[in-house]
């Protein structure tokens, strides 16, 4: 139905995304502002008949979709806000020390947008990481012109999404091309667009295989550029002893809604749990076993992703000293993907591998430790994450200092005392994590600072007042914060 | 008389850099400041000594080293300042909302060290971007510990003052090998330094095949870190005829200065001059040649400098059409070398890729336009630049926006009515262009933001406020700016 992009054609597109790109970095905050609200309003537009086609796409329950709608308009109005608020502008002014040695000149600086931005749509958010989704707000917000991959699991819901971004263009006036929607499910289509060299920067989320082949490309380019691929996590969850204690039971209920919600397929989903041997852990595994057993199978987003979930979840059930702790109330299959908790000794863990990878879907496993010091080298073997959860008393995370600075050393996102499913969109949230999790932790994917990504500092020396950009005029008329010295 | 570090040195050094810098990042922001100033103090102990060792491994005069030794002294000063006013943390706070649905916990960001970072010193610039230069000062800022490779070309001063940072670091009771020094005149040992898990992030300020052989190396890592390689500029200068004709020897003066200034060993050093042919232009042509051939010819950092500038001055001299102006006070030598300035048309350069090559060293190429659309078209095949120069009145700069706007969109700092020479440390500094001036155009090394390239952000939720680190407690100890939402 929707037939992948030529070569010329996405060669085409990337000049025509420059040519637009040149035209919109001129657009003042407050109009880019505007285009943001006005594409979230034009996706509300769309109503249920987007709600529809993505279910029939994507397997996604009807409140699933509507809620991801509700964070993807969101998300629009609120880097719109930030946006326009400046902070992200980082303005800072020095002003002429004539009488110095040697005089110190006028200088101001701010970020200026970096040019035509790349963004792959991903599988599991069809809205809110996806066509109009976070990497395209930053991006908008930024002053770049965007040109967007349709993820090939929603086509349909991507092309809808697009019709509405090129309504909200077209309605303020602005350049048609600064939005360009392609389709294109190989691998040929990626790499020339990454290596385009109108292309200044990628957005992905997706496999650290594909993160990974974006990230040499883009390295491999005669200008390299930024790419910023979020390659998903295992967001290990440690449980303390004393913590568990209090109420094994309810942390266990808490930890089994966060690894089957939306059949785990969320890139904070907890896949490793690591505990200490104790009546408490017997019964936190006990009632988790029970709770992620009776989950009702779901649809997972499309067949593929079923089946890479049942095989890598096979391996990890087939390593050596992995016990299954769930039921199984059917066989897994193509149709409905089954909840999986499984256990294994930290010895064990410590010596395989395989039991660090990430099985995308409800599947978590147990580690179970003797005691601190072994869940210590556990956190030290464990690689780059988005999120790292302890569940742990005040008084045991000072006991156990050196354990929480390992972990802290690891993640982009440490939670306490909850589940790390939840991706908040604020300006304090840091979604990206050292390597592997993404591929700069240094920046992040969901809230304002996102927009940072696809930006670049300049500055102007000597500059007369008339000719600064608004954000650096004296008079500030932008009302912007800036550090002024 | 310094022996290279064998790599097992190396390896050593990385594995005590990490565990002290383990120690070190838990040290406050008032106690890393301190640090600083400390240093700044022992190296002003090092006195006269310093001062003479380097002149002669140098040839730099005393002047411009006891200015660079200011300048040095100044950064570790100021960042100290940068440090504990904390702006660079980004600290964000958003509270928690239990009423919204889903309810949202307390969200809490600021930025962590990245780790131990690996700073290769300079040969151009002896103190300010070498052992205790702008990338050491930055990354103890951030709160990493830091391993330097002193530069072949003056091993005894970096020596000393390594001997300067170690006396701080001793004098404060702080982990010795918060500082480790390190000679290596092979490639080896930096490919082995850079190659080192233990290693996060790299520093460097030199040539385009060495900082691309480090960016290669970082990026083929199994956990690729971020680099910061200054590759060096051609810096060029856009000369528009009313600006000009108000004053064309005026102009020549100033760019003869800022070619010579140092016997042309800046990365900012103005290389290629663009100017429309004109009786102005003529005028100031001849006013640079005289100037330029009465400058005293001066000694190079060192022979190999000297003789890669004699080979790429007369490689360039050779290309078609370009016409040699300044006469040769001396034949080029080993011992003094001779600023040289020549022209050549615009159609000649625009068919010429070698004439776009840096030449370091006192040489400027002056391309001469027919009009302003060549001028334009020679602007577009520019590549990035750490700065751009336009000599312009204000409304000239108004009627060639578009020109203007290709010299913005290839550079870091744009300078009105200057010279590039002159790199003010200051907040709004942006020092570090698009590829392939530098490897991360969205970072500055010069200026107190520099701090940001050695830290990443890391989010916090649901912690306790005695758990918080001092930034993102609720009383703010530090008394740091922070957004609060």
Redesign the interface.
Known sequence: MFKDATLNEVSDAMHRSFTAY?AFKKYSIKQRAELMRTIAKEIEGLGDTLIQTTMRETNLPEARLKGERGRTIFQLNSYADACEKG?WL?A???LAIPDKV?P??D???MM?PL?PVVVFGSSNFPYAYSTAGGDTASALAAGCSVVVKAHPAHPETSAMVAGAIDKAIASLGMPKDLFIHLHGASFAIGEALVKNEYTKAVGFTGSYSGGMAL??WA?QRK??I?IFAEMGSVNPVYLFNEELARDPGSYANMLADSITLGVGQFCTNPGIIVGIDSPYLVKFIEQLAERISSTIPGKMLHTGIAQAYEQKAKRAIGQKGVKVNSDHVQQLSKDNSQAIVVTVTASNFLSNPTLKEEVFGPFSIIVICNDYAEMKRVAEIME?QLTSTLIAS?SE??THEAIV?IV??K????????VPT?V?V?????HGG???AS????F?SVGA?AIKRF??????????D??LPDELKAENPLLINR?I?
Do not use: H, W, Y
Not at 411 to 418: H, K, P, T
Not at 426 to 430: F, H, L, N, S, V
Not at 455 to 464: D, E, G, L
């Open positions: 040149n902070d980082e800072r002014i020095c040697p110190r000149p200088i101001r600086k200026i040019g990230f040499n390295n200008e390299p930024p780059g005040t995370l000072i600075d802290k050393s993640c982009g996102r440490l939670i306490m005392n909850g939840g908040e604020c300006i304090a949230m840091q050292p390597f592997p591929t700069d932790a240094r992040t600072d930006a670049r500092p300049v500055a102007f020396q000597n500059f007369p008339q000719l550090i010295e």
